[in-house]
């Protein structure tokens, strides 16, 4: 099922930094591309999302970069705080299909 | 609204025995998916229905997973027999169309000794 590559695994950063995932995808039919957040013993949650028409999407503190040529897509979440530790998951969706990638476990240290 | 209600949270039972997972999407919702969540395969689309019928099954791992929809506010995920290698979170989303905004449930986390 695994047709949407996401890197890191896992991701440490301090405070304040910017945290940055990566995702790839292989199915040029995909035309909605969200993230969710998930926080432990909870379900993923919409966090924001992008079509590809745009090249850059913000939401408060998290943008998402968009390179349609490249079929990648990244969350950057700005300012991060120790709140924002979480699994993050990108996806990629056409008509009748949608693909998660695998997840990143993000920690954010105070 | 409360959103996507899942019960039970956790589920312990022994190899070999049923297990029934429900779901009660959000009102208005005509589109449930079923998804299951582990740490080697991440989230797997296990099935879809769409008002009410199942569309697409394909992630059904085998014949001891069925699902069942018997009106627009209630779907059951039932495994039987389980296994252990059934040991997962399993979720519930709903959605007002196909693949736009999905909305989790909380998840229920289903061990099988």
């Known amino acids: 099922q695994q047709q949407v590559k996401q890197s890191p695994q896992s991701l440490i950063v301090q405070k304040g930094g910017i945290p940055i995932i990566n995702c790839a995808y292989e199915?040029?039919?995909?035309?909605?591309f969200p993230w969710y957040q998930q926080f432990p013993g909870k379900g993923p949650a919409l966090l924001i999302a992008?079509?590809?028409?745009?090249s850059e999407k913000k939401e408060g503190r998290f943008t998402i970069s968009f390179n349609k040529s490249a079929k990648q897509f990244s969350l950057h979440i700005m300012d991060s705080q120790p709140g924002d530790s979480a699994t993050y998951f990108c996806?990629?969706?056409?008509?009748?299909?949608?693909?998660f990638g695998a997840g990143t476990r993000l920690t954010v240290k105070p | 609204d409360a959103g996507v209600i899942q019960s039970p949270r956790h589920e312990v039972t022994e190899m070999g025995q049923e297990v029934t997972l429900r779901c009660k999407p959000i009102s208005g919702h005509n589109s449930l998916f079923w998804y299951r969540q582990t740490m080697m395969r991440g989230l797997e689309l296990l099935i879809y229905f769409n008002n009410n019928v199942p569309i697409d099954d394909s992630g059904m791992p085998e014949d001891r997973f069925s699902a069942k929809m018997p009106n627009a506010s209630f779907s059951t995920l039932k495994i039987q027999p389980s296994e252990p290698r059934d040991s997962a979170v399993y979720f519930c989303a709903s959605s007002p169309a196909r693949v736009r905004g999905y909305t989790f449930g909380s998840g229920t986390r289903l061990t099988v000794v």
């Open positions: 996806a990629a969706s056409a008509l009748n299909d949608m693909r």
């Open positions: 199915n040029t039919a995909f035309d909605y």
């Open positions: 992008i079509r590809p028409d745009v």
